[in-house]
């Protein structure tokens, strides 16, 4: 069945540092993919999504690239800010499957 | 303004009770979704509905119900079936039919067991 792999946390980075956390995936045939947002305390938002390969989400200066060849969808940010703590949910969706397939999800934490 | 409201924000659960958590939507959407969230297990789906009067399972459904009478109420009840309840559970909604659909969640329920 289709799945989502994500790196452990917590990652600790300190205020406008560059940010990484990787994200794979297995499935059959042409997912979208998206990454989710989770604050302390409330429910996720969409951060940002792909439907193709070679497909570049991006929000909120946040980016992650559809890499079919790779299978991975790695979320970027170039400069962190102590806002930006939360956890990060990678997450995809199948054609014929009728709910999103979430990443275990990584906690950022972000020091001034 | 639109949105989805879980309640209660957190519920305790006593031994062999039933206890019923619950999910309403105003964004008028047709799907609306029970995950369960356990820490460094992420989400895992427990049951989704995609119209009213019909609802699916999902990968972890046993001790677990659900009813969808109206379009907007997505009730979840966790039975004494269930021995690990303790967990947080969030409900979405969405539109249905695009495979790039975005869920809308709630701000979730903790579940705990006296």
């Known amino acids: 069945g289709d799945s989502v792999t994500q790196m452990e946390g917590p990652v600790t980075l300190s205020e406008e540092a560059f940010l990484t956390i990787n994200c794979t995936y297995t499935a059959t045939g042409y997912p979208s993919l998206f990454w989710y947002v989770q604050y302390p305390g409330e429910g996720l938002q969409l951060l940002l999504k792909?439907?193709?390969?070679?497909d570049k989400g991006s929000n909120k200066g946040f980016e992650a690239t559809y890499r079919k060849e790779t299978t991975s969808f790695h979320l970027e940010k170039g400069s962190v800010q102590v806002s930006d703590s939360a956890v990060y949910f990678c997450?995809?969706?199948?054609?014929?499957?009728?709910?999103?397939?979430f990443g275990s999800g990584t906690r950022l934490q972000v020091q001034p | 303004d639109g949105g989805i409201t879980q309640s209660p924000k957190y519920l305790f659960r006593k031994e062999g009770q039933n206890v019923t958590l619950s999910c309403e939507q105003n964004l008028n959407h047709d799907a609306m979704y029970w995950y369960r969230q356990d820490p460094g297990q992420g989400l895992r789906l427990i049951y989704y509905s995609q119209i009213v009067n019909d609802f699916q399972k999902g990968d972890i459904a046993e001790g677990y119900s659900v009813s969808r009478e109206k379009k907007e109420s997505f009730p979840l009840t966790v039975t004494s079936a269930q021995k690990n309840p303790t967990a947080f559970y969030l409900c979405?909604?969405?539109?249905?039919?695009?495979?790039?659909?975005?869920?809308?969640f709630g701000s979730g329920t903790q579940l705990s067991v006296l």
């Open positions: 997450a995809l969706i199948n054609t014929g499957r009728r709910a999103l397939t």
């Open positions: 792909a439907t193709k390969a070679d």
């Open positions: 979405a909604s969405s539109q249905t039919g695009a495979s790039n659909e975005k869920l809308f």
